[in-house]
């Protein structure tokens, strides 16, 4: 069963055409790596399905369901299709806790004492229980990525998408976020994952799809996409990656 | 003078006929001992001094502000009359002397006795109340009466002595006019925040392409209203405000609440500038890291961009009250006593305006520069940026 279905997306800021008819299937539980250079338009991909970009043409099904109408549809859909930004976007005003329970509280109206039982577990999974209480801006990159994960899990989604969620953190950083996406992943949450970290894609990924020029360029399982590349543009753009490997 | 010589030839006249008419009683003795009261007490209430100046009648207000040299009559209209005065400032001369009164076009000349003013209190001390105990004498009989009078400082001549007794006499006007300008200012910018609070949110809020025609129509209103306001407020001086909100329709009856109504309404012009200036400069990531969660823009907007702008423009809210300590000096134009208009009032009182300007030039930078080091201290306990005082309205 395809949770999420997109069918020949367009996006165009202006007269520059980003996304110049996007088609992805995604199946619940699927862990999808979306991987290309800068510009090919992965990000803003990630950015059409909860509708924080306005795609120009094209369609996204939810479950089989188009949620593009109205305002309140599209903040339905947000509550189960959470986001993880590249640099945090954790509310400055609210300490680790606040940043957690807000939005479970105010958009799926739960009980607050319930939300912070439930906090501190999920904070305890991310391995930053300790800090309930700090303000983001004393935690470092990847302290704070890893309470956005947190916030993300919160709202229980059915899907979360991760906009190259480690691109913002020092090198000795990124380690203590990936695991935690590792973990994620057992769980069983349907989750699509734009980034540039090619042995996290390889490793932890069901499915790598390369995005060159606004279109899906190649697909597949990360073994033949890595190894065996079948097209030009993916096999040049993973040339320095399998050197470096 | 003239009542007094109707009188006393109503008198010989009446008396006149009594001597004729009845021989002399027991009952005419007492007859007479009234009408010697009278003379005494007609002498008590109406014996004037003169002052040195010109000779001039003495006054009691002129006897309360009592600072030159004066002359006491001897007699008055056959009632003697002597004098003591037990003052440190005063010295009352043992030879009487003979001055000449203006009557008219003619002077007459009156026997006195001088008092000397030795020295003035100083302004630390300030009025002095001095007693002349005068004894009437008339007929055998004496009466005495207490005259009271206070004795006060003169404003000295140079600035340093100037500007001592006018922070010492006028101290307290100078206290109420900046107790108000603070209350003012205070309540003005607090006032004026509340507002802002709903013009900034108006013009902030955009129509989004998933609005209704109504939502839309709403939206672009308050957009353009609150725009116009502040346009009109930012737009014109705060005195042409005060003076058409007070002389055009004398808003509330009372210029002091219609002041604090232009003092807020200007203020919130300000603010409302600072606020969406402010939330402007707040990361585009914090609204989408909000909106990403599933709540609403207003939502995003209440709970996660405003906190953080207003704490943002906290400063310069807090300058704004600084600027607003200056600036209600125009509502001196409508009448209401802060602290320039209580100054202008002292100075309208001594006519030494060089040393009551100076005077409260010193308290209003007294007041700024303490309320902004305040400012500064709180926003650096709070862990924000301070801001210097900047240029007023």
């Known amino acids: 069963m395809n949770i999420l279905q997109i069918k020949n997306l367009h996006k165009s800021y202006g007269l520059e055409e980003v996304l110049k008819g996007v088609n992805l299937e995604v199946s619940k539980g699927e862990i999808i790596s979306i991987i290309g250079s800068s510009g090919s338009g992965k990000s803003t991909l990630l950015r059409c399905i909860n509708y924080l970009e306005v795609p120009t043409s094209g369609e996204i099904l939810f479950k089989d369901t188009d949620y593009h109408a109205t305002n309140k549809l599209i903040q339905n859909l947000r509550s189960k299709v959470t986001m993880v930004f590249q640099s945090f976007n954790l509310f400055d005003n609210f300490n680790v806790l606040e940043n957690l329970i807000l939005a479970p509280q105010k958009v799926l109206k739960l009980n607050k004492k319930d939300l912070i039982e439930k906090a501190y577990q999920t904070l305890d999974s991310v391995g930053m229980k300790d800090f309930s209480n700090k303000l983001p801006k004393h935690l470092s990159g990847g302290q704070k990525q890893r309470v956005a994960i947190a916030r993300a899990l919160m709202m229980n989604p059915e899907i979360i998408l991760f906009d190259e969620p480690t691109s913002a953190l020092d090198p000795e950083m990124v380690g203590e976020v990936l695991d935690v996406m590792k973990s994620l992943a057992k769980t069983g949450i349907t989750m699509l994952i734009v980034t540039h970290e090619m042995s996290f894609a390889k490793e932890l990924s069901d499915r790598v799809i390369f995005m060159n020029e606004g279109i899906v360029y190649e697909e597949g399982n990360p073994d033949i996409i890595f190894n065996n590349p079948k097209l030009p543009r993916t096999k040049e753009f993973l040339k320095r990656f399998n050197n470096n490997f | ?393």
């Open chain 2, 1 to 393: 003078m003239r009542k007094v010589f109707k009188k006393v030839i109503l008198f010989t006249l009446v008396f006149g006929i009594i001597i004729v008419i009845f021989p002399k009683t027991n009952a005419e003795y007492i007859n007479n001992a009234t009408t010697e009261n009278e003379t005494l007490n007609d002498a008590i209430e109406n014996v004037k001094f003169y002052s040195s100046f010109n000779y001039q009648t003495l006054t009691q207000d002129k006897l309360n502000k009592l600072t030159a040299d004066f002359y006491l009559p001897v007699e008055y209209f056959g009632v003697s009359i002597s004098y003591v005065i037990d003052s440190e400032y005063l010295a009352l001369s043992q030879e009487t002397e003979i001055i000449n009164l203006r009557q008219g076009t003619s002077t007459i000349e009156k026997e006195v006795l001088k008092v000397t003013v030795l020295n003035l209190p100083n302004i630390i001390k300030g009025e002095q109340e001095f007693v002349i105990q005068a004894t009437f004498n008339y007929l055998e009989k004496s009466f005495t009466y207490n005259y009271q009078g206070f004795i006060t400082p003169v404003i000295p001549d140079d600035f340093l002595g100037g500007a001592l007794y006018t922070l010492v006499r006028y101290g307290k006007m100078f206290l109420e006019g900046a107790g108000l300008t603070l209350l003012i200012s205070l309540i003005g910018t607090v006032l004026g925040f509340i507002l802002a609070l709903f013009l900034a949110t108006a013009k902030i809020i955009a129509p989004t392409p998933q609005d209704k025609a109504l939502g839309r129509f709403l939206k672009i209103f308050f957009n353009k209203l609150s725009s116009t306001y502040i346009t009109i407020f930012r737009g014109t001086p705060m005195i042409v405000q005060a003076s058409f909100f007070w002389y055009g329709f004398g808003l509330f009856g009372n210029a002091l609440l219609c002041g604090l109504f232009v003092v807020s309404l200007n203020t919130a012009a300000y603010i409302a500038e600072i606020i969406r200036g402010s939330v402007n400069t707040i990361d585009k990531g914090q609204t989408e890291g909000s909106l990403a969660l599933g709540l609403s823009y207003s939502q995003t907007f209440i709970f996660v961009i405003f906190p953080q702008a207003i704490k943002n423009s906290m400063p310069a809210i807090g300058n704004e009250f600084v600027i607003n300590i200056k600036d209600t000096a125009v509502l001196s134009v409508i009448g209401i006593f802060e602290l320039f208009n209580q100054t202008k009032k002292i100075t309208s009182l001594h006519y030494r305006q060089l040393e009551a300007y100076a005077i409260v030039a010193l308290i209003y930078l007294i007041l700024t520069y303490s309320i902004t080091s305040i400012l500064k201290l709180i926003e650096k306990r709070m862990g924000m940026k301070p801001l210097e005082l900047t240029s007023s309205n």
